[in-house]
């Protein structure tokens, strides 16, 4: 089973923010939060990783809360272009072959002209 | 960041033949390849995990007499379907990685007739 629990689906008003939320309750202390994007058809596209603090790159913002059980990704001003199915997983930072990646289904996220 | 590519993007097979896919990464070594794969309207499932020059690990379910996965050299990974049958219709999706880093590819659409 996934390791994270996102809401199925958000729309956003094009301009504004976009605020999608993660659940990681069980997040282990070697684990980081990943955030990725899919556009149909397409492979994943990385957004933007942390361990414990905020984080933010030309994409995104990523929060995380203090207890690190959950986090917000935020696109500052969203655009048509940002709509996509958006993932957050949690793992390690050295990629091993035993570490097991398992994907949520994601929030998909509608972007409203 | 780094560049994976897969080819080919998309491929058309009929029943009972063999498909093979490429993961190429393009700018660095990459010690680790995952294989995912990604029904319509579902999420990415891992398939198997290899590491250059060894075995690979498939999940539970995921037949690896099936699902042929050489990861011969550091830039190279490729999975045969072998004897494909029309569930096995898919986007397949690699991702490469190395100590710090990852990327996926951009996704095969594999349609068998």
């Known amino acids: 089973d996934a390791k994270t629990t996102q809401p199925p689906s958000m729309d956003c008003a094009e301009g504004r923010a976009a605020n999608l939320p993660c659940n990681h309750s069980?997040?282990?202390?070697?684990?980081?939060v990943y955030w990725y994007r899919q556009i149909h058809s397409q492979g994943p596209q990385y957004i933007i990783h942390g361990l414990k603090n905020n984080e933010t790159n030309e994409m995104a913002s990523l929060i995380i809360t203090e207890d690190r059980k959950s986090s917000t990704l935020i696109l500052p001003h969203a655009t048509l272009r940002d709509t996509a199915v958006y993932y957050c997983?949690?793992?390690?930072?050295?990629?091993?072959?035993?570490?097991?990646?398992?994907f949520g289904k994601g929030t998909r996220l509608h972007i409203l002209p | 960041g780094a560049v994976v590519s897969q080819h080919p993007s998309w491929v058309i097979c009929k029943s009972g033949t063999s498909v093979k896919i490429e993961c190429r990464s393009l700018d660095f070594q990459a010690t680790t390849m995952f294989w995912y794969r990604q029904f319509p309207k579902q999420s990415l499932m891992l398939m198997a995990t290899s590491n250059e020059g060894s075995k690979a690990t498939y999940e539970q379910g995921v037949e690896k007499d099936k699902f042929l996965i050489n990861h011969a050299s550091l830039t190279l990974s490729t999975l045969t379907v072998t004897s494909a049958h029309p569930e096995d219709s898919s986007f397949y999706i690699c991702e490469a990685g190395a100590t710090y880093e990852q990327y996926f590819g951009p996704g095969t659409r594999l349609t068998v007739t």
């Open positions: 997983i949690v793992r390690v930072a050295t990629v091993r072959r035993d570490d097991k990646i398992i």
């Open positions: 069980t997040i282990s202390g070697n684990e980081y």
